[in-house]
């Protein structure tokens, strides 16, 4: 099964996420958004190492924005940017960065325009950002979606937040270049043998495809399968050799499927 690994791709750009909400944690609002993003970064080879859930503490999340953001290429922050008291990520961003909240002129002008007579001091606090922020929109979302330096400020509410997926994509495919050919690819081999038979032939295929992740999922209750194995890395044909390098391990009547 040994096989020397190829010449090693360029580093991935990494990057964090930082849901902010007292909801989260009081469990009122069942996080939704990490999922997601995590799903997006993958295919553009950008590697989610880190998720750090906090309150809506403007001093903790000033902390962590700093933190974060100096030890990432890329953080994203998931909540705390509407109108309310507790929505603070704006002055806690501004703070880690050491610039003042201003109100964007271009975000006033439509948040007059959307809400007309009904237009409120509430209403407008949605225009505030860092001083000197990028407002990155595409054709399709025209609403500006809020970027310091290499900080996104992205909404807590799950449909929306999906709705600003598209502009990160854009961006971050401008910002990568040549090195979106350096996606995350996943395959999986679904297997009725349960972890412990399987740790030997897991520890196998780990030493002898040392660039790619291998990991198993143990799946209850579900007639088709008892484990499925995964099989990531940013070169497909190194991910397939050792999905398959995997399988051809199996005993007879081994996987149930792959993909």
Not at 6 to 13: E, H
Not at 72 to 80: E, P, V
Not at 185 to 212: I, N, Q, R
Not at 228 to 242: C, E, N, P, Q, W
Request: with cysteine; net charge negative.
């Amino acid at each position: 099964m040994n096989q020397s690994p190829p010449p090693p791709l360029p580093i991935a750009p990494t990057a964090a996420v930082l849901v902010i909400g007292d909801e989260i944690l009081s469990g009122k609002v069942e996080e939704a958004n990490v999922a997601v993003l995590a799903r997006t970064l993958r295919p553009l080879g950008v590697l989610l190492m880190r998720v750090v859930v906090v309150m809506d503490d403007i001093d903790t999340i000033v902390r962590e924005v700093r933190d974060l953001s100096k030890a990432h290429d890329w953080l994203f922050t998931s909540g705390g940017v509407g109108p309310t008291h507790d929505d603070v990520t704006v002055e806690a961003v501004s703070r880690a960065f050491n610039v003042r909240v201003v109100s964007s002129p271009p975000m006033e002008a439509m948040l007059r325009a959307h809400y007309r007579e009904r237009c409120t001091a509430g209403h407008l606090r949605m225009a505030l950002v860092p001083e000197g922020a990028a407002l990155e929109v595409t054709a399709e979302v025209a609403w500006p979606t809020i970027r310091f330096e290499n900080t996104w400020l992205l909404p807590g509410i799950p449909e929306v937040f999906r709705m600003k997926i598209p502009v990160v994509v854009a961006r971050l495919k401008q910002s990568l270049g040549d090195e979106r050919g350096h996606g995350f690819v996943s395959h999986a081999a679904y297997v009725k043998m349960d972890e412990g038979e399987l740790k030997p032939l897991l520890d196998c295929v780990v030493a002898s495809f040392p660039d790619v992740a291998v990991g198993s999922y143990p799946k209850w209750l579900d007639p088709s399968y008892k484990t499925k194995v995964t099989f990531d890395g940013r070169d497909d044909a190194r991910v397939l050799s050792a999905r398959d390098a995997f399988v051809a391990s199996l005993p007879a009547g081994e996987p149930q499927r792959v993909d």
